[in-house]
């Protein structure tokens, strides 16, 4: 086992600087992420660490990354060139997808290749290793091939926007992937070092994806589509043409799926589900048949999951976790196992949003990996911890915290004062608990509501992949009921983006015209409501700005009027009583956009109940009585979701990092 694990890390001028961390920090942050045979879970390990904040000036302080560890886009089991096991990973923070690691499986020795191009915040979402031992992935507009045996990216080509969901290999070698939003089809041959780039060959009119793809022994590709209607499209790479293979009739909502099968042909279905017909799949034609039984030919490719823990010898990759950096390969002649220490690079996970907890800590959650963080502003500290799920939004009612979790609409209730006990679905006693999920009505929460009645949470969100319209958790804490409004008793084709509470239990919710992921946007323009909280009936509905698209988000200020932001630009200010707009401003030629997260948090209380607003340029204070609004802080770095007051500072998250102000006494 190695003790002093050494990371290379090769730079664009193909330059190497060697690190040995003779002491690895035991104290970092996280839970094990552990993929076995292909599944990535999540163990309890618990950490806490003490870090210096840095002060910015101005007030703006930087209290460090809250997730310092990365996650794996693709892990495959291959050989170098000397033909030893090696691991390769590729790498994503919350830069996307930003380098390819390489693990000698034997050592633990690492190395770690920077993408040759800008990952935009994109990662990989499919890869494959191809017969002749090459790594490929696409995304960001970027197609790449990583050589183990040269140790280097060997081809780097640009593409038609933006990223593959799935990929494949033909019989002839060459490299074909499909591409996320629009089906755009790109080949490679690694013999010629040629890249056919034809666009894209399948429209809709919503974003698509394609996770299956597959060639037959003739060359022609198939590749199946989802999720607002399922399609199979066979690619003709002569032409450059693709044709539909499924009659609108046989279109159902969800994934088609497609794969090749020994005999050189490819066989799909509308859904993958041992109900569904299957349809033989050749030489472009299409033929039903029943009685199917699939034997695919091995091909190693899968999407941003793919684990292929084989290595040519035999061994097993048991374990590969990034967050302890550590590595167990199995040998199943001997049954003997090793694991190796490694190291690598991150910037940390993508912040969600954070709010004040109960405890006195600044808490949220992080995407990719999924965890959860509380950070102590008192005694500096950090606590990390695994996540159920993306904590996508998060509110506070006494001495209870909520977090509305992606995927899945799910709604966990955390007891700060009591021990962190692991969640589980549908297990008493776990903290947080597991109260409810509501998909497909609710799939990616955007907004959680802690009424002052301190008994109901709301909870608002786009539904479930390939849907459109969202709808509404009501959650009676006393009585642990629910009520799930849809789409069609709301507002339908939209989903509810921001709400705020008013008086006589009534609530004002915005609207998005955005559908769930994959979905078909079928409205023109966002809306606001006000529901009754007794009837749980909407009274009353309006197109307050025409054309606008989403209300972004909203409070209710201490004298009624409620305070707004649409299409993170355009401040308003809205009279319940009276149904109207009683001032607008378009503040974005001022102030620039708004924080546009997936819950936002725009508006932030103060300790007198004051309020400001976070945008990307700084931080603004409301006057309530003339509505102007006053930039007093102009942050150092972009404020890209909010956001919470607590003991004379105010919270906002920049990437993977907490930042805070001080405002004035």
Same mark, same amino acid.
């Given at each position: ?25 035991? =104290? ?90 800008? !990952? ?12 002749? =031992? ?128 020994? =005999? ?29 039984? !699939? ?88 606590? =990390? ?77 786009? #539904? ?159 006057? !309530? ?10 942050? #150092? ?29």
């Amino acid at each position: 086992m190695s003790r002093t694990p050494t990371l290379t890390i090769h730079d664009s001028r193909s330059t190497r600087v060697s690190c040995r961390h003779q002491d690895r920090e035991k =104290n970092s942050c996280a839970a094990r992420h552990l993929f076995l045979h292909g599944t990535s879970f999540f163990v309890g390990l618990i950490f806490s660490i003490s870090l210096s904040s840095q002060d910015l000036g101005k007030g703006f302080s930087d209290h460090g990354v809250a997730s310092p560890i990365s996650n794996h886009r693709g892990t495959v089991a291959t050989t170098d060139g000397d033909g030893r096991n090696v691991v390769l990973v590729w790498l994503f923070d919350y830069r996307g997808g930003y380098a390819l690691l390489m693990i000698d499986a034997e050592t633990g020795k690492s190395e770690e290749f920077p993408l040759p191009f800008a !990952p935009g915040r994109d990662t990989p979402y499919s890869s494959i290793l191809s017969s002749e =031992n090459k790594f490929y992935t696409l995304f960001n507009g970027n197609f790449v091939e990583f050589d183990p045996v040269r140790r280097a990216f060997t081809f780097h080509h640009t593409t038609m926007p933006k990223m593959a969901m799935g990929m494949t290999e033909d019989d002839n070698g060459i490299i074909w992937a499909v591409t996320y939003p629009n089906s755009g089809v790109v080949s490679y041959n690694p013999y010629t070092s040629e890249i056919k780039d034809y666009g894209y060959v399948y429209r809709q009119n919503w974003l698509q994806y394609q996770r299956f793809v597959a060639a037959d022994d003739s060359g022609w590709i198939y590749f199946a589509v989802g999720n607002t209607a399922s399609q199979i499209i066979a690619f003709d790479p002569v032409s450059g043409q693709g044709k539909p293979v499924l009659q609108e009739p046989s279109r159902k909502r969800g994934m088609a799926y497609v794969y090749r099968n020994m =005999n050189g042909k490819v066989y799909g279905q509308a859904l993958q589900d041992p109900k569904e017909d299957w349809y033989e799949l050749h030489r472009g034609n299409a033929l039903k048949v029943s009685g199917h039984d !699939p034997r695919p030919k091995e091909i190693i490719t899968g999407s941003q999951s793919l684990f292929h823990v084989r290595f040519p010898d035999g061994k097993i990759i048991q374990s590969c976790d990034l967050v302890e950096r550590k590595l167990v390969v199995a040998d199943s002649k001997t049954g003997n196992t090793r694991d190796v220490r490694f190291e690598y690079t991150s910037e940390g996970a993508w912040v969600m949003g954070v709010a004040a907890a109960p405890d006195g800590t600044i808490s949220g959650g992080t995407a990719f990996p999924m965890r959860y963080f509380g950070y102590d502003p008192r005694t500096n500290t950090w606590v =990390n911890r695994p996540a159920y799920g993306q904590f996508n939004t998060v509110a506070r009612q006494g001495k209870h915290f909520f977090f509305g979790v992606y995927p899945h609409g799910i709604l966990l209730e955390w007891d700060p004062f009591k021990p962190w006990i692991t969640t589980e679905k549908n297990k008493p006693g776990t903290n947080p608990l597991y109260l409810t999920d509501v998909s497909p009505v609710i799939n990616r929460p955007h907004r959680l509501v802690a009424h002052p009645d301190k008994k109901t949470i709301i909870m608002s969100g786009t #539904p479930e992949y390939g849907y459109t319209g969202g709808g509404l958790l009501i959650w009676d804490r006393e009585k642990n009921t629910q009520t799930v409004l849809k789409d069609t008793d709301i507002i339908p084709n939209q989903s509810t983006m921001s709400l705020a509470v008013l008086p006589k239990r009534k609530l004002l919710g915005g609207t998005t015209t955005s559908p769930g992921t994959g979905g078909e946007k079928k409205a023109e323009e966002a809306e606001v409501y006000i529901i009754d909280m007794m009837s749980k009936r909407v009274e009353w509905r309006s197109v307050l700005f025409p054309g606008v698209q989403e209300y972004s988000d909203m409070c209710t200020g201490s004298g009624g009027l409620v305070y707004g932001i649409a299409d993170k630009k355009k401040f308003f200010v809205f009279d319940p009583e009276k149904k109207k707009v009683v001032h607008e401003y378009d503040v974005g030629e001022l102030f620039g956009p708004t924080t546009a997260e997936q819950s936002p948090r725009i508006f932030v209380f103060g300790p007198e109940k004051e309020i400001y607003l976070l945008f990307v340029k700084g931080i603004v204070k409301l006057d !309530p009585v003339s509505f102007r609004l006053e930039m007093i802080a102009e942050s #150092p770095v972009p404020i890209q979701a909010g956001g919470d007051y607590f003991e004379g500072h105010i919270y906002f998250v920049n990437g993977s990092h907490l930042y805070s102000y001080k405002l004035n006494d």
